[in-house]
């Protein structure tokens, strides 16, 4: 595997089920982050960790729980979620953490359906 | 705060037409420029990027020049192909946070035939 991959592709889940978002990258890179994209809006920057050590948090509802337990991977742990809260979730990761200089690279997202 | 508007889509064209999709931006001092491109089913790629007024950043056939008169960044390709079909993002990043980029609502090409 190269690049970012994420898993599931696709999730189909209840407002009272449990489940959690998994994106593992194969670029040695020292940052990670988690974006949510919904139609016709602009992508949303949800988590930054840098170093394993979370820098970011745009003011997230607490339902999104991220971990990001080595460089290489990164999870985001969904409970009671809300209808409003399907879409495309998207993980990225970069060598470094700033955006003027350090590429970022996605994986393909995993579309989320909260039913 | 930032922020950036592109045209909305989304756009149809015939393969071998000009391309233009409009970008204009909201910052404070001087961004760096960016636009991504979303292919069915993939992430978002960096496709170009121009960090300073005037700069025209470039790739496999598309063009942009940050003009910070119009507070613009156009993107343009001369002839597109069917394998150009996708979403494109425009966005910026203006500093402070160290992460944040500001992207646009993205415009959806379609390159028919």
């Known amino acids: 595997e190269t690049g970012v991959t994420q898993t599931p592709r696709h999730l189909v889940m209840g407002m009272t089920n449990k489940k959690s978002l998994k994106c593992e990258q194969h670029l040695g890179h020292n940052a990670m982050y988690w974006y949510k994209q919904s139609a016709k809006k602009p992508l949303e920057l949800m988590f930054v960790?840098?170093?394993?050590?979370?820098?970011e948090n745009n003011s997230v509802p607490s339902r999104f729980s991220p971990e990001c337990p080595n460089s290489s991977h990164l999870f985001l742990h969904l409970h009671t979620l809300q209808p409003e809260d399907s879409a495309l979730y998207l993980c990225a990761s970069s060598q470094g953490d700033r955006a003027s200089t350090d590429t970022q690279y996605f994986g393909p997202g995993t579309r989320l359906t909260v039913l | 705060g930032d922020s950036v508007t592109q045209m909305e889509g989304p756009v149809t064209l015939s393969e071998e037409a000009f391309l233009t999709i409009n970008c204009t931006y909201t910052a404070t001092g001087y961004p760096s420029l960016f636009w991504y491109v979303q292919y069915p089913g993939e992430g978002l790629q960096l496709l170009l990027k121009?960090?300073?007024?005037?700069d025209k950043g470039s790739n496999k056939g598309f063009e942009a020049t940050y003009r910070k008169e119009t507070t613009s960044f156009h993107l343009e390709k001369g002839s597109v192909q069917v394998s150009d079909s996708a979403v494109y993002f425009c966005a910026l990043y203006s500093g402070g946070s160290n992460y944040k980029l500001t992207f646009g609502k993205g415009t959806l090409l379609t390159v028919n035939p």
């Open positions: 960790y840098s170093l394993e050590e979370r820098v």
């Open positions: 121009a960090t300073k007024a005037d």
